[in-house]
């Protein structure tokens, strides 16, 4: 959808234009990049093991409604991880992705992986980008793993990428290591800085916060700003919003918000909020409704009152996630009596 | 749950504490009322045909949770209206209310009903306050429709009862003709005035603006604002702490949040953001177990992708409504397709 164009701020004469665009809602910020992490962030939630026919339906509504990016998976390490023994997007290698995309010289639809921090024999797994048709790399860590990101993003860089990096659990960082990291950080090769909300704990005024403290140190550097937004308390969407109001410029999103735990922001609400003409809806709807939603009758994800407890508690979300697998997941009070008592 | 009280924004120096209370997160501001309007905006899903079990059970759990105030349904004109094809809580009779709530006068939790401007027989169906156990009459008006409404509180005020006054479908009205109203509204003897995003169509940006826009007037006049949001595009959680940041004291809610379309803020994410001891978690958690969630058998509200389009569209939620009570509800792209050739 295109949806009708409405007023800067309807029903009020004082409101400022938003920031999304130089003329308010009207217009749009051309440089906003929207990246698909369905199968990446969806694929913690069934170990990676999407068919091909998911994949391709995801990379084709991708391709369709012009989103910038889209995420194939992990690039995890073989000699950590038993191939045999995971899901294809734990490790998409370079093969994989080729059966999946094709000749995607077509397409306006760039490619991307995430590589986590210790977790990725790069030099060997990450090839020279003249051999891949991957275009950028995510690398996601937390801060104590900051030195081995360093050396990961420069490899990716130096073999061609455009390349993230993606602090991780930020909302568990003291506050006295932070602005360290991010000096480091913004010294590194990559390009865009993102803040991640893995536990999905953030209220919009942290978010505004954070976004701001990163901007600091990322404005002066010459770095974009990126979002990754998980829903735990029904947020996802809304701190996306904020993000982008003061500044990020790129922007996570799933379709059906499909990811860990409570899932990440939707792709469909993504593109009803950004008004660049080149989004289109409908593909993602066709996708929703003939690839994602049928997918529920496997996998529990997005907004439930377990992963909104381990939010609010700004805890991962893995015993909720261990709850919702398990029969009794209907049985929140016992989830909500094991997690007080726990404190 | 009481979540763990938080640093004010984690991980930033810069922030200033959130105007949710004096002392920021550590804090709490006392005067933050609490509405549950499960039965009265989730009757809009049922025609109003709750049993006196689950009337009972949300009662209940309002009184345990701390809930301030609980809207128990409309009192709707049985002119208009024929008694015997709606459901109880359509008319909320004095009857029907005392065989819920029995000897109320135990409890904290004072009980509402809404009267619609034009369609509640107020001379009579509204008794003196002292013949009756409602505290609160809410009278809901559009724009239209005020003298009506001004008539009501008058009459409601006169037999001595708190009254509100909730501006419907806020975001239909002009700009030009909003001023006019507030004004006229804040002349009345409502103490309450609420901002209602009746078709989910709201951002935080114009959020803050019509806040800002209502405070403007009803602050001078000594009138407390209040908030009412739908979730159509899952903001109604984010876009209700957006309006109490801003100083609106009065917060409607619903557990699981139960309502019209894409239902309202979900109690259980509003009780845990405001840090007043008074309110209690486990029993919203418990009532949503026993209760609210096994009505998902028959009813089907919350976010979907046909309320997210009418919100977008700034649109009555009626046609995605019907579209949802269908068989044919999981073909999103058909619904999008009308809407589309419906413009």
């Known amino acids: 959808m295109k949806p009708k164009q409405k ?9 400022k234009a938003p920031a999304t665009g130089a003329k308010g809602w009207l217009g749009y910020r051309p440089e906003i990049k929207v990246l698909d992490c369905t199968i990446r962030d969806g694929g913690l939630m069934n170990d990676h093991r999407f068919t091909d026919e998911f994949v391709r339906a995801v990379y084709e509504a991708d391709v369709a ?47 991307s992986v995430m590589a986590d921090a210790e977790r990725t024999d790069y030099h060997e797994d990450i090839l020279p980008k003249k051999e891949s048709v991957l275009d950028m790399i995510r690398v996601a860590t937390y801060i104590h ?8 993003i420069k490899d990716a860089h130096d073999k061609g990428y455009e390349t993230t990096v993606n ?16 000096e480091t950080l913004v010294n590194s090769e990559a390009s865009t800085l993102y803040v991640v ?34 829903n735990n308390m029904q947020l996802g969407f809304a701190n996306t919003i904020e993000a982008i109001v003061l500044g990020a410029n790129y922007v996570d999103a799933s379709i059906c918000g499909l990811g860990r735990g409570a899932g990440n922001c939707p792709m469909e609400l993504i593109l009803s909020f950004l008004h660049n003409p080149k989004f289109k809806l409908r593909p993602i709807l066709h996708c929703i409704q003939h690839t994602v939603e049928p997918l529920r009758e496997k996998v529990r994800w997005g907004f439930a009152i377990p992963y909104m407890l381990t939010g609010c508690l700004n805890r991962h979300p893995k015993t909720a996630m ?7 997941y209907e049985n929140i009070v016992r989830f909500y009596d094991d997690v007080i008592a726990d404190q």
């Open 65 to 111: 409604a012009g989103v910038d990016y889209m995420e194939m998976g992990y690039k995890a390490s073989k000699k950590i991880f038993r191939r045999e023994e995971h899901g294809t997007w734990k490790f998409s290698d370079e093969a994989d992705i080729r059966r999946i995309i094709g000749d995607k010289k077509r397409t306006g639809t760039k490619i």
């Open 322 to 328: 261990d709850f919702m697998e398990g029969d009794d």
């Open 145 to 152: 793993q900051i030195p081995a990101a360093i050396d990961m």
């Open 7 to 15: 007023d800067p701020v309807p029903a009020t004469k004082d409101a």
């Open 197 to 230: 909300d893995s536990f999905g704990n953030m209220y919009s005024e942290q978010i505004r916060a954070l976004v701001k403290k990163f901007q600091h140190y990322a404005k002066p550097a010459g770095k974009q700003l990126g979002i990754h937004t998980h």
């Open 167 to 182: 602090l991780m659990a930020v909302t568990a960082v003291p506050d006295s290591e932070l602005g360290g990291a991010l």
